[in-house]
């Protein structure tokens, strides 16, 4: 019996469960000098917003144990650029695409997801609601459950039902399940969990923060227990709403650790930095192992850490 590794986030369907993570590949030109991009199950854009962005002042990146910060504050060309663009390269290769999108404002999402509505090739939009190295914190709309709903429906009522939502959540939350439910509510189509989280490093020597902007986002292994324990919380809330798993998986092993808990795609990130291959190991050891202990499909093994708790 031939392995079944096929998956579905919403109505998208996808060859296999390994993406990039928004943010670390940009729209893929980069990775494709290493390996062939159809071979993703999607690549996930570098989150796009309305106008071009420089980002946030240098130094943006610091390394700490097990990970690293970034605060690069979204740096980017704005939607038209992108649409002119990247959007053209990607379909001409014929990759796999989820575009990520974030706003200042309910009303950028809303513009953001009118723009989008009209794109072919496109598989589904990430809504990100919950970027943690931005200068104005009252951006992070995911940390609160009224502005989560809010940003999630101005992308409902602007999309229709042509593309399927992602929502991207945020760990810093006293309660992830609340803020899961009320973006399924509002219209969101799948979750995915988790963006980094909002950490801090302080050189030493200089006796002042590393990065500019001070804070920043943790990525990293130093994140999956967060990963895991937010994914195996909502899709115990939740288990019926697809999750694209994320947060510090480095090989097979680690991806089938937020499979179990409930993922059913899983996106690599800050790995991609120290071996631009990683999604494709990923991809091969997750398989193996996923056939390894008899299972006959990807979905057998989805939330199977739930299942196997209760016998």
Known sequence: MSFDYTTSLGAAKFENPIFTASGCASSGKELSQFFDLRELGALVTKSIMIKPRSGRATPRMAETASGMLNSIGLQGPGIDIFLEKDIPWLQ????STVVSIA?????DYGILARKMRSVTGVKALEVNISCPNVENRGMVFAC???????AIEAVRRNIGGELPIIAKLSPDVTNIVEIAEEVVAAGADALALINTVLGMVIDTNTMRPKLAGKTGGLSGPAIRPVAVRAIYQVHAALPHVSILGMGGVTNGREALELILAGASAVSIGTANFGNPTATMLVKSELQELLIAKGFNSLQEAVGYAHRAESQ
């Open 103 to 107: 706003g200042e404002s309910v009303d």
């Open 92 to 95: 001409e290769q014929g990759v």
């Open 144 to 150: 609160n459950p009224v502005t989560a709903r809010a």
